[in-house]
């Protein structure tokens, strides 16, 4: 990430939608489950998530993503903007709307099929 030269704090994202498919789920998980979501949501604010976890683009819709956070554990998120995004679903991987994971997957790294 281009940190300003300026003295001028680095942008971050926001979570803006899909807070009640998060509270659905919340409701009905594991905390250990939970705390690798919500791991997953800070590294997003900050813009580190494509650094530490492992990422699958949904080629079906271009601004949506999946992020592997275990094997039957699969966080959903929507850009919205430059400032902005949402969860779109939270749950296990063999539910998940559109994801095809990849023969070969890199940790850290975008992957495509």
Sequence with gaps: MNR???GAEPMSFRLDT?????ETWTAHSEEDDR??????????TDQSLFRTHRIVDDFQRLNEFFVLLREDLVL??????FDSFG???V????????????????RGRRVTP
Excluded at 35 to 44: H, I, R, T
Excluded at 76 to 81: A, G, I, Q, S, W
Excluded at 91 to 106: M, T
């Design 91 to 106: 749950g296990p991987s063999a539910k998940a709307p559109g994801l095809v994971i990849p023969q070969r997957e890199r």
């Design 35 to 44: 705390s690798l979501v919500y791991q997953a949501l800070f590294a997003m």
């Design 4 to 6: 300003p030269t300026d």
């Design 87 to 89: 969860v779109v679903y």
């Design 18 to 22: 899909g807070i009640d498919v998060l």
């Design 76 to 81: 959903k998120l929507r850009v919205h903007c």
